[in-house]
C-alpha cells in the first residue's frame, strides 16, 4: 500500500489549496478514503471522508468551505479547501478507511498566514 499526498504550501488567509493523493497497492474504488489533519502540538484530527459509493462526511470545522472527490479510474483522492483560516494550518495525510486512523501517507504541510 502506498499513498502519496502533494499540494501544500503556504496560503493566506481566504485563499484556496488543492491537496491531491495519490493509491496504489490495494483495490481503490472498494475502500473508503479520508483525509486527517494534525496541528503543531495537537493530536491527529479526522477531517473528512468519502466512501466507496461516494457518500461523503466532514467534520463541522471546515462544511461548506472544504470538498472531498475521488477519482477511482486514476486512484485518487483530493481535497478542495477554500476560505482557509490560520487555524486549517496542519499536516495533512491522506489515509484509508473512512476514520483518518488507517495506514497514511506522509503527509503534506498547509500553512495558512498573511
Known amino acids: 500500500v502506498q499513498l502519496v499526498e502533494s499540494g501544500g504550501g503556504l496560503v493566506q488567509p481566504g485563499g484556496s489549496l488543492r491537496l491531491s493523493c495519490a493509491a496504489s497497492?490495494?483495490?481503490?474504488?472498494?475502500?473508503?478514503m479520508s483525509w486527517a489533519r494534525q496541528a503543531p502540538g495537537k493530536g491527529l484530527e479526522w477531517v473528512t471522508s468519502?466512501?466507496?459509493?461516494?457518500?461523503?462526511y466532514y467534520t463541522d470545522s471546515i462544511k461548506g468551505r472544504f470538498t472531498i472527490s475521488r477519482d477511482n479510474a486514476k486512484n485518487t483522492v483530493d481535497l478542495q479547501m477554500n476560505s482557509l483560516k490560520p487555524e486549517d494550518t496542519a499536516v495533512y495525510y491522506c489515509?484509508?478507511?473512512?476514520?483518518?486512523?488507517?495506514?497514511r501517507g506522509q503527509g503534506t504541510q498547509v500553512t495558512v498566514s498573511s
Open positions: 468519502i466512501h466507496s459509493d461516494g457518500s461523503t
Open positions: 489515509a484509508m478507511g473512512a476514520t483518518g486512523r488507517g495506514t
Open positions: 497497492g490495494f483495490t481503490f474504488s472498494r475502500v473508503a
